[in-house]
């Protein structure tokens, strides 16, 4: 079955840096589109950074600039490097992908990333 695990959340201050990794199982990854959302307290889940199977990218407004979204097919990974962190950045991010037949959602456990001083 589909399996996408997150890593790599954790405490920053502002302005610090986190790299978040997806890890992906059966899938034919390379053919996916992979995306990257976050959904803070009291908030829905929005979507921060897509990348294709092409390579092309595209990010929400409010990351554009300080995160970038990469794919390494030959390990089955997703990243999202986060830069210039804001206490607005905090929330649970979650990868996500989507069957490209059935259109059928998939999406790992989230994981926690928090910036405060």
């Known amino acids: 079955q589909v399996q996408l695990v997150e890593s790599g959340g954790g405490l920053v201050q502002p302005g610090g840096s986190l790299r978040l990794s997806c890890a992906a199982s059966g899938i034919t990854f390379s053919r996916y589109a992979m995306d990257w959302y976050r959904q803070a307290p009291g908030k829905q889940r929005e979507l921060v950074a897509i990348i294709r199977s092409s390579g092309s990218t595209d990010y929400a407004d409010s990351v554009k600039g300080r995160f970038t979204i990469s794919r390494d097919n030959a390990k089955n990974s997703v990243y999202l490097q986060m830069n210039s962190l804001k206490p607005d950045d905090t929330a649970i991010y979650y990868c996500?992908?989507?069957?490209?037949?059935?259109?059928?959602?998939?999406w790992g456990q989230g994981t926690q990333v928090t910036v405060s001083s």
């Open positions: 996500h992908t989507q069957n490209i037949i059935s259109y059928r959602d998939y």
